[in-house]
């Protein structure tokens, strides 16, 4: 009953976005909708998953990173939602520390605050003292969470079946994956002492760096459903704009020191804080940054941190074919997307990114250009990059609040050349000498390779094999051009045979009518070949 619930209020909004792609929803042209009908529309999404829930509040949040799945406005509409909820009663907190302890909070501790700092989906925070007189938050797990997040996935689960089984395309496969791999995610975030050692081991990462700080956790009061945690003040990131104006907190230096945490955490540790937002970073009263909430976290692969960072680096010196040819080894690009079309359009957003006059507004043209791209093309987003991405959008929207010239490409490149030394590290590490002795078997069997096809370019047997792929589009293209010719043809003897009949009869209507069917086939040789040579995604509107 809970999946036909769910279901019945989310039926409008699924028929809605197949009718965009095709009218009749197996068939038809895709529907040009206006563009303030979509903000509409993303909006009435938007309050439609927070009434569904906690368990849905959180997985939209994951599908507001995901271009390649949703386009704007409803990338950024479902990124204003928040996991925010009312707070619990004292007493069901009380009881879940009795179950976990054995001990109620006024037994287990010096001083337990009844009014909690913060009230989530998942969890609530009170603010407490230990018997040793250590100023500490107590996190605790809000009952039945396990169970209604139980509930709430079954129901996904049992709709996605469905519409997995009646259509069966890429955008309908990527959301399944997502929601399979958020099933995942959200029982280790459920279980508060993976929590602690994801902290315990990014903390020991930033020991030495006064810049970062990481609350320590309290290991003698750390359960499943009970996290303590070192209290640590500070203030929301995206609330400093007194501090700013008054000297106390430098906006660059803080973005700088925030992009450099996720690129060290990203490409150098392979651990990676998966859920940042502003309500998990705050700026101490000393400027440091402090993370906080390590209940989602990613571990990056090691080669799959080597061939970010190749990219990064191609990114920095703007090769534009190392960047292309990163996003296809990380598996961004569906190897059948035409390299050509990536490069000149890569090649184009790279141009502007890296000028000096860019401007917000410039930048903001940049991504909403690369996001309709992503939704438009059978492009798939590896997870470590979606968290990546949200990652980035935090750094850029802290960037732009707080500095007005912000241009995240430009500001980042410097960091990137000078933590180079720190990225090359971690792509070599320990074991440099059978990485380099990897590279150069590489390179010989790239050099055999090229032997053999010099030799049989000498001896005449080189083939040339081209793709079924662009076969098929050649054949589509000499098809075009021959239809051209046969209605230019056909106009043309329409033309000639009604002015020998006109000689002849002097028949000026007969004149008229043929030289206007003529015309007739003259514009459609122009104009159908056009219509057939638009973009090849045309089925995907830009929604503009």
């Given at each position: 009953m809970h999946a036909l619930s769910v279901l019945w209020r989310l039926v409008p909004f699924i028929v809605a976005f197949l009718r965009d792609r095709k009218r009749w929803i197996v068939v038809g042209r895709p529907r040009?909708?206006?563009?303030?009908?979509?903000?509409?529309?993303?909006?009435?999404?938007?309050?439609?998953?927070?009434?569904?829930?906690?368990?849905?509040?959180?997985?939209?949040?994951?599908?507001?990173?995901?271009?390649?799945?949703?386009?704007?406005?409803?990338?950024?509409?479902?990124?204003?939602?928040?996991?925010?909820?009312?707070?619990?009663?004292?007493?069901?907190?009380?009881?879940?520390?009795?179950?976990?302890?054995?001990?109620?909070?006024?037994?287990?501790?010096?001083?337990?605050?009844?009014?909690?700092l913060a009230a989530a989906s998942l969890g609530q925070v009170h603010r407490a003292t230990t018997r040793e007189g250590r100023d500490v938050v107590v996190k605790v797990l809000r009952p039945g969470a396990e169970a209604q997040v139980a509930i709430d996935l079954d129901a996904a689960f049992r709709i996605l079946f469905v519409l997995n089984?009646?259509?069966?395309?890429?955008?309908?496969?990527?959301?399944?994956?997502?929601?399979?791999?958020?099933?995942?995610?959200?029982?280790?975030?459920?279980?508060?002492?993976?929590?602690?050692?994801?902290?315990?081991?990014?903390?020991?990462?930033?020991?030495?760096?006064?810049?970062?700080?990481?609350?320590?956790?309290?290991?003698?009061?750390?359960?499943?459903?009970?996290?303590?945690?070192?209290?640590?003040?500070?203030?929301?990131?995206?609330?400093?704009?007194?501090?700013?104006?008054?000297?106390?907190?430098?906006?660059?230096?803080?973005?700088?020191?925030?992009?450099?945490?996720?690129?060290?955490?990203?490409?150098?540790?392979?651990?990676?804080?998966?859920?940042?937002?502003?309500?998990?970073?705050?700026?101490?009263?000393?400027?440091?940054?402090?993370?906080?909430?390590?209940?989602?976290?990613?571990?990056?692969?090691?080669?799959?941190?080597?061939?970010?960072?190749?990219?990064?680096?191609?990114?920095?010196?703007?090769?534009?074919?190392?960047?292309?040819?990163?996003?296809?080894?990380?598996?961004?690009?569906?190897?059948e997307v035409d390299r050509g079309t990536v490069r000149d359009a890569a090649r184009s957003l790279m141009a502007i990114a890296f000028a000096r006059e860019s401007k917000p507004k410039q930048m903001q043209r940049i991504v909403d250009e690369v996001l309709s791209t992503f939704y438009r093309w059978p492009v798939t987003l590896p997870s470590e990059l979606v968290y990546f991405g949200r990652a980035a959008a935090l750094v850029e929207g802290i960037g732009v609040r707080y500095i007005s010239d912000f241009n995240s490409v430009t500001f980042g490149t410097p960091i990137i050349t000078r933590m180079r030394g720190q990225l090359l590290s971690a792509v070599l590490g320990a074991e440099s000498k059978d990485v380099l002795k990897d590279w150069m078997t590489e390179l010989a069997y790239v050099a055999g390779e090229l032997r053999d096809v010099l030799r049989r370019a000498g001896r005449d047997e080189l083939r040339v094999r081209a793709h079924p792929r662009d076969m098929m589009e050649l054949q589509g293209y000499l098809a075009r051009q021959t239809r051209r010719i046969v209605l230019c043809m056909f106009a043309g003897n329409i033309a000639l045979v009604a002015a020998i009949f006109y000689l002849q009869h002097r028949n000026v209507y007969v004149l008229a009518a043929s030289l206007f069917v003529s015309l007739i086939f003259f514009l459609m040789m122009l104009l159908i070949p056009l219509h057939l040579l638009s973009n090849p995604f045309r089925g995907y509107r830009r929604w503009r």
């Open positions: 040009i909708v206006p563009a303030d009908h979509h903000r509409r529309r993303a909006q009435r999404l938007t309050a439609t998953i927070a009434a569904l829930g906690p368990t849905f509040i959180k997985l939209a949040q994951v599908f507001a990173a995901r271009a390649d799945i949703l386009p704007e406005p409803y990338l950024s509409e479902i990124g204003s939602l928040t996991d925010r909820v009312p707070p619990l009663p004292l007493a069901a907190i009380t009881g879940v520390i009795e179950q976990e302890f054995g001990q109620t909070p006024a037994q287990l501790f010096e001083r337990f605050d009844p009014e909690p089984v009646l259509f069966p395309n890429h955008h309908v496969h990527a959301i399944t994956t997502i929601v399979r791999e958020f099933s995942k995610r959200i029982d280790e975030e459920m279980d508060f002492r993976e929590e602690a050692r994801n902290a315990q081991l990014i903390r020991a990462n930033f020991v030495g760096d006064s810049r970062v700080r990481v609350p320590e956790v309290i290991d003698q009061y750390t359960k499943r459903r009970v996290l303590v945690l070192e209290y640590m003040e500070g203030t929301k990131i995206d609330r400093l704009q007194e501090r700013i104006a008054a000297g106390d907190v430098s906006a660059a230096s803080l973005v700088e020191t925030l992009m450099e945490v996720y690129v060290k955490m990203m490409l150098v540790d392979g651990i990676f804080h998966a859920d940042p937002h502003p309500g998990n970073i705050l700026v101490a009263p000393d400027g440091g940054v402090v993370l906080l909430d390590f209940g989602m976290v990613v571990r990056v692969e090691e080669t799959t941190r080597s061939r970010l960072i190749q990219t990064v680096m191609a990114a920095a010196r703007q090769d534009v074919d190392g960047v292309i040819a990163g996003f296809y080894e990380l598996g961004i690009i569906d190897p």
